[in-house]
């Protein structure tokens, strides 16, 4: 869940993430100084400790003459924590014997920062001029009195270079299964997943196992880190194979299905909750059907070939009725929370905007009482700019939510028609197939103009734009469901809709009941996306207009077995 989440999702994921290093970091030393104070020069790394900030030694590197070769062959290799302050100090000693014991030799300076700051460096490079170091008293005297004051003479310099250890980076990765295959008689399954790297010579090396999930079929297994290396040695594209089995108590687990994907692949995951189906190659080979059904496609790299090409246009529009200062109110603004209007809005448009190609997103507000006169409107700018009602990014698109909050007083009834109108009379001014257009509604009450609402949408059928709607709080949504027309189709005065442009989505079916909210918005993106792209496709079959990639023009629907991750973060 880039795009998705970006956001403040990753504190969800820190305490697992927390003693895990994000990932290994190599650091190479060069010294040098113009004046001949030393000759036998070694740098001695001490770390800080988390627990009760001690020094202590992580190690040394070889002497080197400072007048011939500044640059120190040793490197150290230091964990690196990127939530952390990671303090170094670099103590330098001028040898005089051979004795491993540093006091007996003279001390020449040190120099603090963190590893933080070389690692964010401009090329992860950083030079500290010698002036920065602080001079043992014993060396002083031999340092001329000049030597710090002298604006814009370089004296000598320390150079840090940190180079990111590739194969010890880590992944952070969430899946969740759908309608796996019942295992079990009494019961459902108990479904865990086996990982496994592909080796060079074409067998699979076990690397990694989830926890068993009980008694479900739509289990969502624990986040967990794993290092890129164990799951792929390094090599991005390599297959990792992934089996499905079934928990049983005597150890004779059986075997869902299994599917493929590599490191490369997996780490798109983050923002794309890509879908893999999961194959039972037995169950294919004895049944035509199941060999006939779904495809290996990903869902999104599908969807994404067709919607790349062409100019969505997404607008979203917010019911804003209630009292947002009641906390019992849906709109209700917690310092600590996102409210369910805005983690819907969230969910759902940093999903869209990734096809969105200019981001920029009409916003419309319905159900509110505008100032200064008070006249309810049905239709208005959530930025209260009617020349220009554009937010940029869903993050505008939230920004301009919670100011219209402040201003406007929401007011009921729920219309919806205005709104659909709206985003349809531009969506009659583009048939050429070049754009499509996707209106987010979100919205909590019943619907008080449910015919004109109809009549809207089959009006719309024949145009280029879906309509997602979203459905927060805990209210009967019995029109909305109507309006989605999987039942039956939609028709108003006895006329049907051309197609089915609607999605209805109940948040509160895809709350986490553990509170966690990167889930939440997952389950529910997943679902808005799921028809998409058939509303899409109809469109430009029903007008002849072929699709810029053909080769991807498999079925549509996604396959029923599935197994996506949640998030992937490396
Ligand atoms: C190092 O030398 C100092 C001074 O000669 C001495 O006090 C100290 O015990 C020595 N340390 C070690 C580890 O030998
Ligand atoms: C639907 O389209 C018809 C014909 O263009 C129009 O007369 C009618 O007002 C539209 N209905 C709505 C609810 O906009």
Request: one cysteine or more.
């Amino acid at each position: 869940m880039s795009g998705l989440l970006n956001m403040a999702s990753l504190a969800d994921f820190e305490p697992l993430a927390a003693g895990i290093p994000a990932t290994k970091v190599e650091i190479t030393l060069s010294f040098f100084m113009y004046l001949y104070i030393c000759f036998f020069v070694v740098c001695v790394l001490y770390t800080q400790t988390v627990a009760n900030r001690e020094w202590r030694e992580f190690g040394r590197t070889e002497v080197i003459d400072n007048t011939l070769n500044p640059d120190f062959v040793h490197k150290f290799i230091l964990d690196y924590f990127f939530e952390e302050r990671q303090n170094l100090r670099f103590d330098l000693y001028d040898l005089d014997s051979k004795s491993e014991n540093l006091s007996k030799h003279d001390f020449l300076g040190q120099m603090y920062c963190t590893l933080g700051e070389v690692v964010g460096s401009q090329g992860s490079r950083m030079e500290r001029s010698l002036n920065n170091i602080v001079w043992a008293s014993s060396v002083k005297h031999m340092v001329p009195s000049d030597f710090r004051g002298i604006p814009g003479k370089n004296c000598g310099t320390i150079i840090m270079k940190a180079e990111e250890l590739g194969n010890c980076r880590s992944v952070l990765m969430q899946f969740c299964g759908n309608k796996l295959d019942k295992k079990d008689f009494f019961g459902k399954s108990d479904p865990f997943l086996v990982f496994y790297r592909s080796n060079e010579d074409g067998t699979f090396t076990i690397c990694h196992k989830t926890e068993v999930v009980k008694n479900t079929l739509d289990p969502v297994w624990q986040a967990f880190k794993i290092p890129v290396r164990a799951l792929c040695n390094g090599d991005y594209d390599r297959a990792i194979k992934i089996e499905v089995y079934d928990w049983d108590r005597d150890g004779g687990h059986d075997y869902i299905g299994q599917f493929s994907t590599s490191y490369r692949e997996l780490s798109k995951g983050h923002s794309r909750f890509t879908v893999w189906e999961v194959l039972n190659p037995k169950k294919k080979k004895k049944k035509k059907k199941y060999l006939n059904s779904g495809t290996h496609e990903i869902l999104h790299s599908y969807s994404h070939s067709y919607l790349n090409d062409l100019l969505i246009n997404a607008f979203s529009a917010l019911f804003m009725a209630g009292n947002p200062s009641q906390p019992t109110s849906l709109h209700y603004m917690s310092p600590y929370h996102l409210n369910a209007y805005a983690l819907a809005l969230r969910a759902v448009g940093e999903i869209i905007q990734d096809y969105d190609s200019d981001k920029m997103f009409p916003a419309l507000g319905f159900g509110a009482k505008l100032p200064p006169d008070g006249r309810v409107s049905h239709e208005f700018p959530l930025n209260g700019n009617p020349e220009n009602p554009y937010c940029s990014g869903i993050e505008g698109v939230l920004e301009a939510y919670y100011q219209s909050l402040k201003s406007v007083r929401l007011y009921g009834p729920t219309y919806f028609s205005p709104v659909i109108n709206h985003v349809a009379r531009y969506a009659s001014l583009v048939k050429d197939g070049s754009e499509y257009f996707i209106l987010l509604i979100i919205s909590d009450g019943v619907i008080s103009d449910m015919a004109q609402t109809k009549e809207s949408i089959v009006n719309a059928s024949s145009l280029p734009m879906s309509i997602i709607i979203v459905g927060v709080g805990p209210a009967e949504f019995d029109e909305m469901i109507e309006l989605d027309g999987d039942e039956v189709r939609i028709s108003s005065r006895g006329r049907f809709a051309e197609r089915d442009i609607v999605q209805f989505v109940p948040f509160r079916d895809y709350i986490d009941r553990r509170g966690n909210h990167i889930l939440s918005m997952a389950r529910l993106a997943k679902d808005v996306l799921a028809e998409i792209p058939d509303q899409f496709l109809q469109y430009m079959r029903s007008r002849g207009i072929k699709p810029q990639h053909s080769s991807h023009s498999t079925s549509s629907k996604p396959p029923s077995t599935l197994v996506h991750p949640l998030q992937t973060q490396i």
